[in-house]
Nanobody, 126 residues
């Protein structure tokens, strides 16, 4: 099974940028749909972005459209989430997850994902 491992979180000021990485321990992540989710204190986990195994299909939550970009390089076994124009409300633990399905419904639903990383903290200060 694949084990996602996130990195790249940290503290950034409002309007700044961060790039999160999701690498894979164990099996290659290249055959999987990969999603990014986030969870802020006291809130439920929410969908951020997802990309299918070829990189040809991507989906974004409305609140990140135009600011975040998901991409992947299967040769490097890595998926990235480029986050620009960060806002205080983007503060959360960001999780990378992987699954085998590729329908829009499955890609945007956290219940569809079987493999999860430990998360990386993103804090946006005002």
């Amino acid at each position: 099974q694949v084990q996602p491992v996130e990195s790249g979180g940290g503290l950034v000021q409002v309007g700044g940028s961060l790039r999160l990485s999701c690498a894979a321990a164990g099996r290659t992540i290249s055959a999987y749909t990969v999603g990014w989710f986030r969870q802020a204190p006291g809130k439920e986990r929410e969908f951020v972005a997802a990309i299918n195994w070829t990189g040809g299909s991507t989906y974004y939550a409305d609140f990140v459209k135009g600011r975040f970009t998901i991409s992947r390089d299967n040769a490097k076994n890595t998926v990235w989430l480029q986050m620009n124009s960060l806002k205080p409300e983007d503060t959360a633990v960001y999780y990378c997850a992987a699954q085998g399905a590729f329908t829009p419904q499955a890609m945007t639903n956290h219940l569809s994902y079987a493999y999860w990383g430990q998360g990386t903290q993103v804090t946006v200060s005002s």
